[in-house]
């Protein structure tokens, strides 16, 4: 198996695509084969028991139209008036004169032989009177001695049938076997006065069962288990066989078996209104080596159009397979550098469009090429203006250093912390760093801008920080949060005109945290606050509005870098406050040693160089910022 799979794996493509179609299509075909073969055999099968079924119900109406016969000409016989007065006569031993016997045979016997003769299903009708002294009339009336020659005589029932015996009235010897309905005759008082058989012969009553062959046998099981069947019938060696095979089917149905080596179904149906049971046999052999043969057949065939698929799968795989080895050698000219190479395209097949992919590809990485080499330059100068940048900052940390330090010779402590706060912000903004920042250095940053907003407005804006120190240690983009806070003072705390707060605090969620920042501005209606929404995501483009671009750079940023289950989400309610909540994702960091903080405070001073923590606004009081609480300032 592993010689095997080494050989398969060191094939071409084109040969592996060939080897695995033909597998494919070589068990299809095997299944196909073999269900065809089970399908055809089923429905033969089926095919040969609703022929056997047909032949039974043939039989069946056959028997029960010659049985009705019968019936109705027995009845005849029983209910004719003079016959019995004359049967009558007899059993009393009146004598009559031969005129008399005459007279009656002629206006009676005669129309019941007339009778019998016009119908071509009886044998025979015949009555056995009650008296052995008077001329007999053949065919039709007998003395009633003849009846101690039939084995049934003795102990017969009225209406019963007597079935298989030989015709003794001409020869015990004779041809025909005889199925008889025999019925007692009574006369008005209701005393016996002779017996009526109405016979039929086994072979029109059991038409089948003389036309027994190899190829299908029938027979007549009476209830006392005796067997009629043809003698010398190929199958009348196992008859007890069969019989016994059908014991197991129950009144109706039909079994699948074996007979004496040959394949055979056999039928049986118990007839209702005739004392036994009717078993067809029907010989499967024959069919099933036609079947055979045709199966054979079937699967020289298939073998035939599978080696035929085996060569136009090839070829045609060859042929798909050449553009697939043209394609592969201006890839390897590619990677020898020659990057203007390209594949032809022809037609709009998968590998046109693989083949028109490949060169969009290729011209897309000398687009990127030229590009990367520009932002390669523009790189260069960039660091060049930003070391330009970084001695110019260094000039100018130098003189507000000077400024501070006359600000504070003089006790201007208001002023030197301004310069401290302008000179924080402009290292923060000029230093040479990556892109992300850590939230402590965010806030940070934070805190020196509102101290330097306190100094521009009469109202005061207090900062409230309540974050966990693992949050604090997360990597975000830089200048994600301060847009939000200088957001929140331009749109929600200026517009007030009045002391407020600002509140930021983080949650984790799961694997994600997020910071929300709270002021106790004028906030915003539903509409408004809709609006501003579909704007930072994008859905809303309104160039002459202003409003709302630091926000909607800093969502894109941060689904630029995190994707777009992050970003920011909007809360407010007008006259009360505005929220926004900032989703991003948590990177567990290992733990470091962090200098205490206290969170909370003023950032403003008196005179004496002491903290001022303002008091909140009376009409501030009963409103709640949707999703968090920020009802108290935090100190640790």
């Not at 028991?49 to 039974?56: G, T």
């Not at 085996?310 to 697939?324: A, E």
């Not at 790189?379 to 930003?386: F, S």
């Not at 202003?546 to 407010?572: P, T």
């Amino acid at each position: 198996m592993k010689k095997m799979k080494k050989n398969f794996s060191s094939r071409k493509l084109n040969q592996k695509f060939s080897v695995v179609i033909l597998l494919v299509l070589g068990v299809c075909l095997v299944f196909f084969t073999i269900n065809s073969f089970r399908t055809t055999e089923n429905m033969m099968f089926e095919q040969r028991v609703s022929e056997v079924w047909r032949w039974l119900d043939e039989d069946e109406a056959a028997i029960e139209k010659m049985v009705e016969l019968c019936y109705i000409s027995s009845q005849i016989f029983i209910e004719d008036r003079e016959l019995q007065d004359f049967l009558s006569a007899l059993k009393n031993g009146e004598q009559m004169s031969p005129a008399q016997y005459y007279e009656f045979f002629k206006n009676h016997v005669n129309p019941m032989e007339s009778l019998v003769n016009s119908n071509i299903y009886l044998y025979q009708i015949r009555i056995y009177a009650c008296n052995d002294d008077f001329p007999e009339m053949d065919p039709i009336l007998y003395h009633g001695d003849r009846l101690k020659d039939f084995p049934w005589a003795k102990d017969f029932e009225s209406g019963s049938w007597q079935i298989d015996y030989p015709d003794y009235l001409i020869s015990p010897n004779d041809d025909h076997r005889l199925i008889s309905l025999v019925s007692e005759m009574n006369d008005q008082r209701g005393e016996l006065v002779g017996v009526v058989e109405a016979a039929a012969t086994v072979e029109d009553m059991f038409p089948r069962i003389y036309e027994s062959n190899r190829e299908s046998w029938s027979c007549f099981v009476q209830e006392d288990g005796t067997i009629v069947s043809m003698s010398d019938s190929p199958w009348e060696p196992y008859r007890e066989d069969i019989v016994a095979a059908a014991a197991d089917i129950g009144s109706s149905g039909y079994v699948h078996t074996n007979i004496g080596g040959d394949d055979v179904l056999i039928v049986q149906r118990h007839l209702d209104y005739f004392p036994g049971t009717y078993i067809c046999l029907s010989n499967l052999s024959q069919q099933s080596g036609q079947m055979i043969l045709q199966q054979i057949q079937n699967l020289l065939i298939i073998v035939l159009v599978f080696l035929v698929l085996i060569i136009v799968i090839n070829v045609t795989v060859k042929r798909l397979f050449r553009r697939f080895h043209v394609t592969m050698a201006v890839i390897r000219k590619v990677q020898d550098g020659h990057l203007d190479e390209r594949v032809p395209v022809s037609g709009s097949d998968e590998f046109s469009e693989l083949g028109s992919q490949i060169n969009a590809m290729l011209d897309n990485i000398q687009v990127l090429m030229r590009e990367k080499i520009q932002q390669e330059v523009l790189v260069k100068n960039t660091e060049i203006k930003a070391l330009q940048n970084q001695i110019n900052a260094h000039f100018i940390y130098n003189v507000l250093e000077s400024i501070k330090m006359m600000a504070e010779i003089d006790e201007k402590y208001e002023i030197s912390d301004a310069i401290t706060a302008l000179g924080e912000l402009l290292r923060y903004n000029l230093k040479w760093v990556s892109s992300n920042v850590t939230i402590r250095e965010e806030v940070a940053y934070i805190r020196n801008y509102i101290r330097l907003m306190n100094l521009r407005y009469d109202f005061a804006i207090i900062l409230s920080v309540n974050i966990d120190d693992d949050i604090y240690s997360q990597s975000i983009p830089k200048m994600s949060l301060q847009p939000i806070v200088e957001n929140a003072i331009l749109h929600g705390i200026a517009e007030l005109g009045e002391d407020a707060t600002i509140y930021i605090k983080s949650m984790k969620t799961g694997n994600d945290f997020e910071i929300t920042i709270t002021d106790s501005g004028v906030g915003m209606d539903e509409e408004q606050r809709l609006s501003l929404e579909k704007k930072i995501n994008g859905e809303l483009d309104d160039p002459d509005s202003k409003h709302g671009i630091g926000l909607k750079n800093v969502n894109y940023r941060i689904k630029m870098q995190f994707g777009d289950r992050y970003g920011l989400k909007i809360y407010s309610m007008e006259g009360c406050y505005t929220k926004i909540s900032v989703l991003l994702p948590f990177v567990p960091q290992s733990k470091k040693n962090a200098q205490e903080h206290s969170y909370g405070y003023s950032l403003l001073r008196n005179s004496s160089g002491d903290s001022v923590l303002p008091k909140q606004p009376e009409s501030k009081k009963d409103c709640e910022p949707e999703g968090g609480d920020h009802a108290d300032t935090v100190n640790r």
